[in-house]
């Protein structure tokens, strides 16, 4: 079995430890266990389990928020009970941020505050 990085045919020379509790733990070269080590960007896909790194990143379809969200406005040609929340967001594997403007009924919003847990 090659090192556990999506594409990668080194030998596993190294264990990366995923995540702690339950613990995953997945065997990588050494290359990637240093590039992990210095702070790259990954992300594990449970069902392949492959750690996901670098230009492989794209195709996740992932967004991470890269600020606190901004703001949030009322846009008059809105019906009423419309929320815009406006976030900095980046695409993994992207080093570029781009402005997202979620436009929220009223039911979208409860939905996401259920799903947070808030
Ligand atoms: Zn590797």
Redesign the pocket.
Known sequence: M????LK?Q?N?EEIFLVREEPRVETA??R??HELLAEGAEWTFDPESRRIIMGNDLLGTGEYVVSTRPMSIQWNRADPPGVKRLNLEVRRRGSGTSERLELVLSDDARDGIRSLLGD
């Open positions: 090659p090192c556990f990085v990668c080194n596993p990588v070269c290359s990637h």
